[in-house]
């Protein structure tokens, strides 16, 4: 795009369309420049060191490329960027200390890459993040507690990597978060009590891990959330009773796997009327299974290895999808 009769470009959006090669380090000259989209092909090698002298760049998005080598150093110096788009290619070793002198930058997705290492304690000065998605990596070590100072944070994904140890007490101010994926990681001991203060949070996914304990029986503090999956909690000998999540009523994805839960089903499950995957399997659940449930939308449900009663109900066995395996 051309601003009107200066003639200066200020946006490329060259995206999906089998471009091959290497980033034309002219670019750089664009010094107006305020968008650059290249997602989508079929580039090689790093990013040219000349991006830098684009200070008026807001966007930079070179997600799905065959892009490779280290995350360049001066990000930081890129001080009109607000989203930084990587992910979907070769990049590796680790992200650079600079990147917490990014002052504007809200969109920070560099999952499935090669990138390692541990998480620089840097990364929470970006103050300004809003979207922080790391997945797919193979970061290692403890989030830093850093991250807890990133208070306008609304989506967090630090799924499949290789952190471990409890997840940072300073997360506790995170109260803006909507979204919080660390599935598939080695995050032990407790599940934090505030993660269930977090009364914004929409998605919740803390499955893959080896957190020790088990569920709080009243996680009422969540009333918007849609999506909720966890599995693999020891609980004690004794099992606990299903946790009090009726006013979940929005409820798409109800994951309680393998969570030492015992007596019945809640009630207020079955009226639901959002929910479309339900998987309860491998816990001491009582109790029947309702014989009508006219007005479910239940796609796919799970509840093997539990110790129901009674007969199997019609309306199970003629699920459109015949996801259900009791």
């Known amino acids: 795009m051309l601003e009107d009769k200066t003639c200066r470009v200020v946006a490329i959006d060259l995206s999906g369309q089998g471009l091959t090669g290497s980033i034309p380090p002219e670019i750089g000259n664009l010094s107006h420049l305020e968008s650059l989209y290249l997602r989508s092909n079929s580039l090689m090698g790093s990013i040219p060191n000349t991006l830098v002298k684009l200070s008026q760049l807001s966007i930079l998005d070179l997600c799905d490329n065959k892009l490779e080598g280290p995350l360049p150093k001066f990000l930081s110096e890129l001080k009109s960027l607000r989203g930084l788009y990587l992910c979907n290619n070769l990049f590796n070793e680790s992200i650079p200390l600079e990147i917490g002198g990014c002052p504007k930058l809200e969109y920070l997705s560099l999952s499935n890459n090669s990138l390692s290492g541990k998480l620089p304690d840097e990364l929470g000065h970006v103050s300004t993040l809003r979207v922080l998605n790391l997945a797919e990596n193979q970061f290692w070590g403890r989030l830093p507690e850093s991250l807890g100072s990133l208070a306008h944070l609304e989506e967090m994904y630090v799924m499949n990597n290789l952190f471990d140890d409890q997840l940072p007490q300073s997360f506790q101010k995170l109260t803006k978060l909507k979204t919080f994926n660390i599935r598939g990681n080695a995050f032990n001991k407790s599940i934090p009590g505030y993660i269930f203060e977090w009364d914004k949070l929409e998605k919740l996914s803390l499955m893959g891990n080896n957190f020790e304990g088990h569920l709080p029986n009243k996680i009422l503090g969540l009333p918007k959330m849609t999506d909720l999956s966890i599995n693999n909690l020891p609980g004690g000998k004794t099992g606990v009773l299903f946790p009090d999540i009726h006013n979940m009523v929005s409820l798409s994805f109800l994951t309680l796997r393998n969570c030492s839960l015992t007596g019945p089903i809640p009630d ?29 939308q239940l796609q796919f449900i799970f509840l093997r290895s539990n110790n129901l009663s009674g007969t199997v109900p019609g309306w199970l066995t003629s699920l459109s999808y015949s996801g259900s395996y009791v």
């Open 268 to 296: 207020y499950i079955w009226r639901f009327t959002n929910l479309l995957y339900l998987d309860l399997s491998f816990n001491n659940l009582m109790g029947i299974i309702p014989p009508d449930l006219s007005q479910f």
